[in-house]
């Protein structure tokens, strides 16, 4: 009986204790949720105020966890390298000195900007601008750059653009103008697609002329949105459309610099030295090893071209049966193999537009070459909006975009850092250091913009990515494409310490042998 009892007694003891902890750990659990929901806030280490709490005004602070990488762009990461000539200067311009220059960290597009990439773009605009044809009208490519008066490439003129054949072929016939419209508009319908995923508006494929999204004017309040769900405010208490501040909104695509461009294209940290110092153990002439275009491992692949280009006089492609780079003209946009940033067709293809205006000579020659040697680049057009009396942007134009202005240069009196709205000439044309003469001595003016890389068109030494060359911003060619870039905002590395290798991931391997 005594036995029996103190089994009875252990039973209803071991009862209580498992019901102890069970009240224990929900009355944790409850205090971890109410201190989660605002026991416990984040307060700043300057003044000792909450942050996002309506009680102590408001101010926002979010714990934000970096730029997220945008549609069929990779991250490149920035670092310091010799841009310039790295062959043999065969051409004897000496217009690009070798000279250490750093460049910041951004993002380039994988690949060079398709014909069903901007086809996209030409039927946004005809969609969506109905008062206003001639856009569509000035985004149209020249598709007669094929004609050539003794070749019959007549077929190219109807076909290459139109085609679906060709869609996943570079856009070619697209002037500098055009790539920069463009650019413009991808980062719109990029921002418009970030908010429609976020859950913040609803799409909205009706809008019409100066009502359709625009960046700027949404932040600016002058697009009105279908509006799905808003941010909090904590300033108020409601809800609030989304800011600047917000980070949520990618900076715009753009026409990448010639640096950015020749870093991009040389990826010289696939030469970095295991131990990850600061040793690069070769420097390329091309956006691979080696000193040929030849695929040089023992496979089936030995032998093969890395790049799309003119091997000799009258040689596109090879031989039939044996054909190597497969390209007459352009080839698919992901052929070949990517170098070590994962891009596509860094040399060979079509040759590319950068930002920069160009001269024969470089930054090394000017007097203060040491202030340029940070992200390089010639072409600065200051601008600002245009505001009314109460410092607001004025209405936004007929495209519905804001309205800006260039600086004027009465307004940066007494600056140090620049001198001058429009700096497309700095020190070369407006201080009598060097004077050109459009028409007369030089074909070199403030609208000759540089292009890289060598095309299916060219020989070898131009796929070198020191090499450079130049074309009116107003003019085409069928050698000539784009690919767009992208501002890294924040730290170069990555988003996350855990994260740190977002730059140096995902080297792909696909080819078309």
């Known amino acids: 009986m005594i036995r029996e009892y103190i089994i009875v007694q252990s039973k209803l003891i071991r009862a209580s204790m498992l019901k102890f902890l069970k009240l224990s750990f929900v009355f944790t659990a409850v205090s971890v949720m109410l201190?989660?929901?605002?026991?416990?806030?984040?307060?700043?280490?300057?003044?000792?105020?909450?942050?996002?709490?309506?009680?102590?005004?408001?101010?926002?602070?979010?714990?934000?966890?970096?730029?997220?990488?945008?549609?069929?762009?990779?991250?490149?990461?920035?670092?310091?390298?010799?841009?310039?000539?790295?062959?043999?200067?065969?051409?004897?311009?000496?217009?690009?000195?070798?000279?250490?220059?750093?460049?910041?960290?951004?993002?380039?597009?994988?690949?060079?900007?398709t014909n069903s990439f901007y086809k996209e773009y030409m039927y946004w605009t005809r969609r969506v601008y109905k008062s206003y044809p001639e856009v569509w009208q000035n985004s149209l490519p020249d598709t007669l750059v094929w004609?050539?008066?003794?070749?019959?490439?007549?077929?190219?003129?109807?076909?290459?653009?139109?085609?679906?054949?060709?869609?996943?072929?570079?856009?070619?016939?697209?002037?500098?103008?055009?790539?920069?419209?463009?650019?413009?508009?991808?980062?719109?319908?990029?921002?418009?697609?970030?908010?429609?995923r976020q859950g913040v508006i609803n799409p909205s494929p009706e809008q019409i002329d100066r009502e359709s999204f625009n960046t700027d004017a949404y932040l600016a309040g002058q697009y009105t949105p279908n509006v799905r769900k808003n941010l909090p405010d904590p300033a108020t208490g409601g809800e609030r459309q989304v800011r600047f501040e917000d980070g949520i909104l990618l900076p715009e695509y753009r026409l990448p610099t010639e640096a950015e461009w020749e870093y991009a294209a040389l990826a010289l940290q696939g030469n970095q030295a295991a131990s990850k110092d600061e040793l690069i153990t070769d420097k390329r002439w091309f956006p691979w090893d080696g000193n040929t275009a030849r695929y040089k491992v023992r496979d089936k692949y030995q032998g093969k071209m890395l790049a799309n280009f003119k091997r000799g006089r009258g040689d596109y492609m090879g031989m039939a049966g044996a054909l190597n780079d497969k390209g007459?003209?352009?080839?698919?946009?992901?052929?070949?193999?990517?170098?070590?940033?994962?891009?596509?067709?860094?040399?060979?293809?079509v040759s590319e537009w950068t930002a920069d205006v160009y001269r024969p000579m470089t930054s090394?020659?000017?007097?203060?070459?040491?202030?340029?040697?940070?992200?390089?680049?010639?072409?600065?057009?200051?601008?600002?909006?245009?505001l009314d009396e109460d410092g607001r942007p004025v209405d936004k134009d007929s495209l519905g975009r804001l309205k800006e202005r260039m600086v004027e240069d009465t307004l940066v009196a007494g600056r140090e850092n620049y001198k001058k709205g429009d700096l497309k000439n700095y020190r070369d044309g407006d201080d009598a250091i060097v004077k050109y003469v459009f028409g007369k001595?030089?074909?070199?003016?403030?609208?000759?913009?540089?292009?890289?890389?060598?095309?299916?068109?060219?020989?070898?030494?131009?796929?070198?990515?020191?090499?450079?060359?130049?074309m009116d911003e107003e003019t085409s060619s069928k050698t000539v494409g784009f690919r767009c870039a992208m501002t890294r905002v924040g730290g170069p590395t990555g988003n996350e310490d855990t994260a740190g290798n977002q730059f140096k991931e995902g080297k792909q391997t696909r080819r078309r042998y």
């Open 364 to 386: 090394t020659t000017l007097r203060d070459a040491e202030n340029h040697d940070l992200n390089p680049f010639r072409g600065n057009e200051y601008k600002e909006l245009i």
């Open 35 to 113: 201190s989660s929901c605002g026991g416990s806030k984040e307060s700043s280490a300057a003044t000792g105020w909450d942050y996002n709490s309506q009680e102590w005004g408001g101010f926002e602070k979010l714990d934000y966890e970096g730029q997220i990488t945008g549609p069929n762009l990779v991250p490149v990461e920035g670092g310091t390298f010799l841009m310039g000539q790295s062959l043999e200067d065969v051409t004897y311009e000496w217009n690009n000195v070798p000279r250490r220059v750093t460049v910041s960290s951004f993002y380039m597009d994988e690949t060079e900007v």
């Open 441 to 470: 001595y030089t074909l070199i003016n403030d609208k000759s913009r540089v292009i890289k890389g060598g095309s299916w068109a060219d020989r070898l030494f131009w796929l070198s990515p020191g090499t450079r060359r130049f």
């Open 328 to 349: 007459h003209i352009t080839v698919d946009v992901r052929s070949n193999y990517p170098n070590d940033f994962g891009l596509y067709n860094m040399a060979g293809n």
């Open 147 to 196: 004609r050539e008066e003794l070749s019959y490439n007549e077929p190219f003129v109807e076909t290459y653009f139109r085609h679906p054949s060709f869609d996943d072929y570079p856009v070619v016939g697209v002037n500098w103008n055009q790539a920069n419209e463009y650019s413009k508009w991808r980062s719109d319908r990029v921002n418009e697609m970030i908010l429609i």
